[in-house]
T-cell receptor, first 116, second 114 residues
Framework: GENVEQHPSTLSVQEGDSAVIKCTYSDSASNYFPWYKQELGKGPQLIID?????GEKKDQRIAVTLNKTAKHFSLHITETQPEDSAVYFC???????????????FGRGTSLIVHP | ETGVTQTPRHLVMGMTNKKSLKCEQH?????MYWYKQSAKKPLELMFV???????ENNSVPSRFSPECPNSSHLFLHLHTLQPEDSALYLCASSQDRDRRNEQFFGPGTRLTVL
């Protein structure tokens, strides 16, 4: 089955700095890679995702890159703000446009702390 | 809010108790999921329902019993739990397990087993 490794487990940055979280996956058939943000007392919330037919995707201060050959993908947050402080999870799965199971495998999470 | 609600938010129970967790989604989704979230471990998928039919049981012990009476409601019945079952139990839904991938999570039920 799929195995997803996520690093680092904790990341501490100053406000305004950039933060990068990295994940690797094992199953070359995986083609859908979502990132979730979990704030204290809340469930995870999707913040950005990428499919294997693209190498990079951006949404304002957040970007995700994917290297299919190396089987790794990364989350980049620029100009970090205190409200970015949360636990971030990466995931990998096989998503079929015509059907089939979608069961994501999650990483262990990264606790991001942004100091004012 | 995500449109997925869970009750109760906190639950403390003894090992001999029977309790139920409830999840309701107001998004018109067809697939619902139970996850277990323990400290320093990845999210663990427990059960998946698609159009009210259970499609995944990820080797979950029988002391956890899911029920999905309709596409909007999902229950997790608990009995004779162990202290190691203490965790955050998250419910999620998606439009269709196969075609729409984004999962919307509820806030979770923090369960403590004494």
């Amino acid at each position: 089955g799929e195995n997803v490794e996520q690093h680092p487990s904790t990341l501490s940055v100053q406000e305004g700095d950039s933060a990068v979280i990295k994940c690797t996956y094992s199953d070359s058939a995986s083609n859908y890679f979502p990132w979730y943000k979990q704030e204290l007392g809340k469930g995870p919330q999707l913040i950005i995702d990428i499919r294997s037919n693209v190498g990079e995707k951006k949404d304002q201060r957040i970007a995700v890159t994917l290297n299919k050959t190396a089987k790794h993908f990364s989350l980049h947050i620029t100009e970090t703000q205190p409200e970015d402080s949360a636990v971030y999870f990466c995931a990998a799965s096989i998503a079929h446009a015509s059907g089939g199971s979608y069961i994501p495998t999650f990483g262990r999470g990264t606790s991001l702390i942004v100091h004012p | 809010e995500t449109g997925v609600t869970q009750t109760p938010r906190h639950l403390v129970m003894g090992m001999t108790n029977k309790k139920s967790l409830k999840c309701e989604q107001h998004l018109g989704h067809n697939a619902m999921y139970w996850y277990k979230q323990s400290a320093k471990k990845p999210l663990e998928l427990m059960f998946v329902y698609n159009f009210k039919e259970q499609t995944e049981n990820n080797s979950v012990p029988s002391r956890f019993s899911p029920e999905c009476p309709n596409s909007s409601h999902l229950f997790l019945h608990l009995h004779t739990l162990q202290p190691e079952d203490s965790a955050l139990y998250l419910c999620a839904s998606s439009q269709d397990r196969d075609r729409r991938n984004e999962q919307f999570f509820g806030p979770g039920t923090r369960l403590t087993v004494l």
